[in-house]
């Protein structure tokens, strides 16, 4: 059975950091691109970034560029979130997906093929 499962969310004050994981199992994951995406209370689920299977290429949404960072360790089959100088607006639930053997990166929810549960982010003010 394949899985994605992502940890490290919690609770932390504005500007402070958190690391998220997304550990996949049931197979590898080493070909595919990966992304991180969020979907805040009563909104819909939006990008946040992406890594291509070799980790060349990495695209964010502008609203975390220069304070996340998308990162992925393939011996160890895990996707990983840095996020600094964390802002109330980055509330959600964050969810790893794993898109198509050897595609590039993408902002779309749909070329993704495999998803994790998620993981509750809370940024107080």
């Known amino acids: 059975q394949v899985q994605l499962v992502e940890s490290g969310g919690g609770l932390v004050q504005a500007g402070g950091s958190l690391r998220l994981s997304c550990a996949a199992s049931?197979?590898?994951?080493?070909?595919?691109?990966m992304g991180w995406f969020r979907q805040a209370s009563g909104k819909e689920r939006e990008f946040v970034a992406a890594?291509?299977?070799?980790?060349?290429?990495?695209d964010y949404t502008d609203s975390v560029k220069g304070r996340f960072t998308i990162s992925r360790d393939n011996a160890k089959n895990t996707v990983y979130l840095q996020m600094n100088s964390l802002k109330p607006e980055d509330t959600a639930v964050y969810y790893c997906?794993?898109?198509?053997?050897?595609?590039?990166?993408?902002?779309?929810?749909?070329?993704?093929?495999?998803w994790g549960q998620g993981t509750q982010v809370t940024v107080s003010s």
């Open positions: 890594i291509t299977w070799r980790g060349g290429i990495t």
């Open positions: 049931g197979r590898t994951f080493s070909s595919n691109p």
């Open positions: 997906a794993a898109g198509p053997t050897y595609y590039s990166v993408s902002r779309i929810a749909r070329n993704y093929d495999y």
